[in-house]
């Protein structure tokens, strides 16, 4: 997450200006009729929104004006589809800046980095899943959960890099020739959590997944009639 301090007021207005109309389509989107009328809908967004506040919350702040946080939005993309998702994230960003723990100025900046791109990237994995309709299982759970939180989580980074050093005002670290290395342990736990709880939910509560097909990855094998 990056504060506002380290970013140039032409970059915090384009952030917002490119975040507004992006969250008026996701709302636009949104099935609320749905929504309203189904109460296990209702749970899961509310409980979406306060595990993403949650982990949000265990971060670790600098002193240079950028903090690090795990994303989890793969996970809520999947449970909830990308309208609800970039919804949820908006409510846990607001839960944030109500703390003090998010400047309100780079929430359009943010929103975009760590909200609509890995949004962005979920469902793109989720959609080529679709379309290639395998049967297996593990498929969905690897490409969807695993693979589109670690791609999430690199062009996150390589993105929120980018925006700080074309802004000139973030002191770049002397050992960012190194940066390459460690962006494993950072990729490899992100990867882990949104696919160990994708992995949890096809197991025990599949319905819980609006992305996840059950009629073919859950249907009985097929075998030859017996003679």
């Known amino acids: 997450m990056i504060g506002a301090q380290v970013l140039s007021d032409h970059t915090l207005v384009l952030g917002w200006l490119a975040y507004v109309p992006l969250l008026a389509w996701a709302l636009w989107r949104s099935p609320w009729l749905e929504l309203f009328a189904d109460r296990r809908r209702q749970h899961l967004l509310f409980g979406t929104v306060f595990a993403l506040f949650a982990l949000w919350l265990v971060r670790r702040d600098f002193d240079t004006g950028v903090s690090y946080h795990f994303i989890g939005m793969t996970a809520v993309t999947l449970i909830l589809d990308w309208p609800l998702a970039l919804v949820g994230g908006l409510i846990a960003q607001l839960g944030l800046v109500a703390l003090g723990r998010q400047d309100a100025m780079a929430m359009g900046v943010n929103g975009l980095l760590l909200i609509a791109l890995p949004v962005l990237v979920t469902e793109t994995c989720a959609l080529l899943v679709e379309r290639a309709q395998p049967k297996n299982l593990f498929v969905y759970i690897f490409c969807s959960g695993f693979f589109a939180a670690a791609l999430a989580a690199l062009l996150c980074l ?54 996840f097909n059950r009629t073919r990855y859950l249907q009985a094998p097929w075998k030859d009639d017996e003679p």
């Open 158 to 211: 390589l993105a929120s890099l980018g925006l700080l050093w074309a802004d000139g005002l973030f002191a770049m670290p002397e050992w960012l020739e190194d940066f390459v290395g460690y962006l494993w342990l950072i990729i490899f736990p992100e990867a882990f959590i949104n696919g160990m709880v994708i992995s949890a939910l096809v197991v025990f509560c599949p319905e819980w997944l609006e992305t």
